[in-house]
């Protein structure tokens, strides 16, 4: 039998609540605050008392480097699922693969707004009308939802909790699976551009800070459990995924201390982002020019 | 207390017995008949009693689209390690990540003598001495130890096992994580050209043949559990990862009946590799010119 609860997106009242509250399911999250109400799903009884798990697929695009996550519930009845920073040039990649895979897409996200390729978040939508776009409000971008430090994104039984790491831009967030006893273990941090593996991201445009990039990782990544999986935005080496300890101990930049690392990002000496001027305004509005 | 004992790679005396063999900790594979003895470690009497834990890395070479995989025990004290499909001008990356992982890298290990890159096998061993390369013995190519079907390949506690996978080549093989109480689940299987994600290696060339490959995708990988991930030796189009699931109902040319398959690689009309002609006779010496 199935019975109908919803899917929320909701705030914390404090960024050290991150690590402490209980998370239950969320149709049982009545003592927390909602900021959002993201959509509306549908369960079977039985599957709340299973355990989560997670469908999940990396997608790399060439051009960019960049990598896209399909993460999806795959208990859920009707597996909800998101993608994390799709690119124009492969949604119908990314979408053959979730329509194969029987998955209902619920959310595209982006970590930032990306100057090096064209985000799929809107071609996305004008293929599957129903999916919301998600991006942080600290972005000052369009999307259809809006996140902030400490929110929580629902597919399924699993979610992504929201932590800001501007460095890059100004309104760059970190997405990492949630700390709970029906949540994934090890966790996975969706790091964007702020952590790279064995890197980061250049600082010296869209409000960029070496010293913010800097604090941001340290108290927002760094302090997760080291075995933590990163799943960064691009990597240029053929790397897939690393771990939060393995970046403490050897990210040639972001191991090092404060004035180290910003005088290594001062030096950097990088050329100007030849899609820059194309994306960054094109992203701005969520991959589509207004009508 | 450190206990020494011996990691063996050894034959089974009959197909059917890859599922069937109960598969108990390499000091105790007494009752089995031993083909090769590959090397010693040593672990501590504790890590016996828990479970496996495999530590995976996939790496992908941009210029040909190779990925090499990185497996290790990282529960057992000496955590060893192999690479399968290693490409020789991302050696070095390779080597440091396992370095940095503090891993000891036991094997380098071909799927097949590849005909698009140079394998890293021969390169690794002049930097890590220590390091057996395997390849089939079907390949008739060089190496320091020789795989036949049935063979078990252990890292730890944790094997390979050889599955004869010909069709893209005579001499090709998928190494599959072992079933059993202590090993991985899903399982995976490392399919080389045999299957490729959506795809397959071409027949056209090196003793192919696609009669063959329909008949070893069919009898050697799509009797596996359908929740098995499949690690393909390339993905030219981002992919990562699949399962045998998907590849036997959205793969365009396995999912079909032999006689179409037959005619889809009949009729593919590609052009000669560009790299044929130097990397074979190259990697049929393991990599490296004879001296």
Not at 34 to 52: D, E, I, N, R
Not at 155 to 180: K, M, N, Q, S, W
Not at 211 to 238: E, N, R, W
Not at 259 to 273: A, C, D, G, V, W
Request: proline share 6%.
């Amino acid at each position: 039998m199935m019975l109908s609860f919803r899917c929320f997106l909701f705030s914390t009242s404090s960024p050290s609540s991150y690590f402490s509250i209980f998370l239950p399911k969320p149709h049982s999250f009545l003592p927390f605050t909602f900021s959002q109400k993201l959509g509306s799903y549908t369960t079977s009884s039985s599957a709340q008392s299973m355990p989560s798990k997670l469908l999940f697929r990396q997608l790399f695009e060439k051009e960019s480097s960049t990598y896209t996550y399909l993460l999806a519930d795959a208990l859920h009845p009707e597996k909800p699922a998101l993608l994390i920073d799709p690119v124009d040039k492969t949604v119908d990649r990314d979408l053959a693969l979730v329509k194969e895979l029987g998955l209902k897409l619920v959310y595209a996200i982006n970590t930032h707004v990306h100057a090096d390729h064209v985000t799929g978040t809107g071609l996305i939508k004008t293929k599957v009308p129903d999916v919301k776009s998600i991006i942080s409000k600290a972005s000052n971008a369009k999307a259809d939802l809006f996140v902030e430090p400490g929110d929580k994104i629902y597919f399924g039984d699993i979610f992504l909790e929201v932590r800001a790491t501007p460095g890059h831009t100004l309104g760059c967030v970190t997405y990492v699976t949630g700390d709970g006893p029906n949540q994934l273990q090890p966790r996975m941090a969706f790091t964007g551009d702020a952590l790279l593996i064995r890197g980061c991201g250049r600082t010296d445009f869209q409000g960029g800070s070496s010293d913010k990039l800097y604090d941001s990782v340290h108290s927002q990544i760094f302090t997760l459990p080291k075995d933590t999986l990163v799943y960064p935005a691009h990597d240029y080496k053929g790397f897939t995924v690393s771990t939060v300890g393995e970046e403490m101990l050897y990210n040639p930049r972001l191991s090092k201390d404060k004035e180290t690392f910003k005088n290594i990002m001062q030096n950097l000496n990088l050329s100007y982002p030849k899609m820059m001027d194309v994306a960054v305004p094109l992203n701005m509005v969520c991959g589509l020019q207004e009508t």
